[in-house]
């Protein structure tokens, strides 16, 4: 079974910068996507970005392109996500998402595979 931790979110203010972390662990294969959604309260949950493990692809939303980066250790087990430039709209709860096989979705129901979440608040 895959279990995702995140952790890194906190309060920061407005332009501020964080790194987020997942852990993974349990994997069977290293034909895999990592991937980061969040969810703003009142709003449903959305795509952020996504990494393919093999090759080091990765596929951003709009929102976050130039400001944020996905990147992976593969020694750790790791993926990490840094964002910089932060503005309070991207006030939520980021998710850790995974699942096996080669395509970058950004659709939430693609992944099996679930953190619990970490807060990122900004403040203005």
């Known amino acids: 079974q895959v279990q995702l931790v995140e952790s890194g979110g906190g309060l920061v203010q407005a332009g501020g910068s964080l790194r987020l972390s997942c852990a993974a662990s349990?994997?069977?294969?290293?034909?895999?996507?990592m991937a980061w959604f969040r969810q703003a309260p009142g709003k449903e949950r959305e795509f952020v970005a996504a990494?393919?493990?093999?090759?080091?692809?990765?596929n951003y939303a709009d929102s976050v392109k130039g400001r944020f980066t996905i990147s992976r250790d593969n020694a750790k087990d790791t993926v990490y996500m840094q964002v910089n430039s932060l503005k309070p709209d991207d006030t939520a709860v980021y998710y850790c998402?995974?699942?096996?096989?080669?395509?970058?979705?950004?659709?939430?129901?693609?992944?099996?595979?679930w953190g619990q979440g970490t807060q990122v608040t900004v403040s203005s």
């Open positions: 998402a995974a699942r096996f096989g080669n395509i970058l979705f950004s659709l939430e129901k693609k992944y099996d595979y």
């Open positions: 349990g994997r069977t294969s290293s034909n895999y996507i």
């Open positions: 990494l393919k493990w093999t090759s080091g692809s990765t």
